[in-house]
Structure formats: structure tokens, C-alpha cells
């Protein structure tokens, strides 16, 4: 099969996939098979390896920022990076005591990661760019999640395009009032408009 995946075993209608270049094995209903491989084939190293680089700068440590899925998913599993991450832009988000010892058991570390995304939410970043705590986790879509964090990044103004200001005004009750009796230029004028020299249809001659 293409995009690196090799079909390894099939009984009934669910087929076993290996991905050699991230060495996972996902055992799968063969009509999810397109799907996966369109999500995966989304998936950017040198954008991953940027948003773990982002993640290493603001919360101060150093680990791997390799942009491979294996490595995206591994330093991001278990939430505490995203936990300190969010603390750091915004301390007090999340209480440290929450993930001061990384967590081990499944649960925990789904938690940590809903936690966090409920807090990258708040920090601005839209429903549409945001990922479920499934997404990487489970690594259901990793790409999903390299672009929450670095729509994260954005509003922080780390990299990515600049957003614009909000262009906000405050009108008074007298200036609106005022603005309602204005004619836009669009809908023409009628400034020094007279009825002079007009000349409609033929002049009546009356004769005596």
C-alpha cells in the first residue's frame, strides 16, 4: 500500500496496517484505511519540529524537537509539556501539583491533555484549529495537533503570520443619530439640484 503503510493481515473486514517509518502497527476497519492515510499524508515534520521547538523555548527545557511522529507523540503524550506551556503563557492556568509527577496511568494523562486544551482555548486559539484529546493521545491525527499549537504559537506572536489588531470604535448616540441622515455617495446626490431648464415631452401651444 502506499504512503508507507503495508497491509499486513485482513480477517473479516478489519485489516492489520504497519507503518515502517514510525513502526506502529494499527489494526483497523479496512473502510478507515483511505482516511488514515490522507491524515497521515498531511502531517508535517519541519511544522511538528517547530511546535516542539516552541514548546522547549517557553517552558525552558530542553528535549527532542525531532519533527517524526514518534517523537511528536512520545514528548506530548502525557500532557505535562502542554500543562507547562500554557502555565508559562499564562501562569496559574493549570495547578502545577496537577503534573509536578508525570503520570503513568492512561487516564491521568488524558486529563492533562483535556486541561490543557480547554486552557490553549481560552489563550484564544479557535475551535477549528484546535485538537482532541484522542488526536494525540491515540495519535488518531497528529496533524490536527501540530496545528493547535502552532495556532498557540501565532497568538503569542512565537512564528507564524502576524494576526491583525481589532480595529475596534466608539461612536456616541449623537454621531449615530447624525450618520443616519447622511446619503451615501454610492446612492448619488442631489446637491444644487433645481428643476431649471428641464423640459418634459412637447410644449402645448394654446391659439386664440
Known amino acids: 500500500m502506499d504512503n508507507g503503510g503495508k497491509s499486513s493481515h485482513s480477517k473479516g473486514d478489519f485489516v492489520a496496517i504497519y507503518f515502517p517509518l514510525t513502526r506502529q502497527l494499527i489494526c483497523t476497519h479496512e473502510a478507515v484505511i483511505p482516511l488514515t ?12 519540529q517547530k511546535a516542539l521547538t516552541f ?3 517557553k517552558i525552558g527545557e530542553g528535549f527532542s524537537t525531532s519533527g517524526d511522529m514518534d517523537n511528536f ?13 500554557v502555565n508559562a503563557l499564562k501562569p496559574g492556568s493549570i495547578p502545577e501539583k496537577k503534573y509536578a509527577t508525570p503520570p503513568t496511568m492512561s487516564f491521568k494523562q488524558m486529563e492533562l491533555i483535556g486541561l ?4 490553549m482555548k481560552q489563550l484564544g486559539v479557535p475551535d477549528h484549529e484546535m485538537f482532541q484529546t484522542v488526536d494525540l493521545y491515540e495519535g488518531q491525527n497528529l496533524h490536527q495537533c501540530v496545528i493547535g499549537i502552532g495556532a498557540l504559537a501565532r497568538k503569542m506572536g512565537a512564528y507564524g ?5 481589532a480595529n475596534k470604535r466608539d461612536f456616541t448616540e449623537e454621531q449615530l443619530k447624525a450618520g443616519q ?12 439640484a433645481n428643476q431649471s431648464g428641464m423640459n418634459i415631452g412637447n410644449t402645448r401651444h394654446i391659439v386664440d
Request: aromatic share 4%; net charge positive.
Open 116 to 119: 490543557a486544551i480547554d486552557k
Open 73 to 85: 507523540q512520545n514528548q506530548l503524550k502525557d500532557g505535562v509539556k502542554l500543562c507547562k506551556l
Open 181 to 192: 441622515n447622511i446619503i451615501g455617495l454610492q446612492m448619488g446626490t442631489n446637491k444644487g
Open 55 to 57: 514548546i522547549s523555548q
Open 37 to 48: 492515510f490522507k491524515i497521515r499524508g498531511k502531517y508535517d515534520q519541519g511544522e511538528a
Open 161 to 165: 503570520p502576524k494576526e491583525a489588531d
